[in-house]
Nanobody
């Protein structure tokens, strides 16, 4: 059974940092891309970042480029999202996702097969 477990969310002041973790199990880690989506109150889910587990290529939404960094530790089946210079508009539930790289890059959350339960990030201004 595929399982994605997020951790690391919380409350932080604007300008601060948080690191999210996603530990995966139930599938061959190198065969999938892992990423992060988020959903802010009253808004649709949007793609934030993803990483190809096979070659480490990373992708970012324009809204987080230069502030967020995604990385993976394949030995631990874990992906991290380092979030710096956080803004109030980054407040959202952050979900870890897994699927093919093409599916994640399309940004169509309805087509993504595997989701974690989410972790809440709240940035106070």
């Amino acid at each position: 059974e595929v399982e994605l477990v997020e951790s690391g969310g919380g409350l932080v002041q604007a300008g601060g940092s948080l690191r999210l973790s996603c530990t995966a199990s139930g599938f061959t880690f190198d065969d999938y891309a892992i990423g992060w989506f988020r959903q802010a109150p009253g808004k649709e889910r949007e793609g934030v970042s993803c990483i190809s587990s096979s070659d480490g290529t990373t992708y970012y939404a324009d809204s987080v480029k230069g502030r967020f960094t995604i990385s993976s530790d394949n030995a631990k089946n874990t992906v991290y999202l380092q979030m710096n210079s956080l803004k109030a508009e980054d407040t959202a539930v952050y979900y870890c996702v897994a699927d093919t790289l093409g599916t994640l890059l399309r940004g169509d959350y309805l087509g993504i097969n595997y989701w974690g339960k989410g972790t809440l990030v709240t940035v106070s201004s």
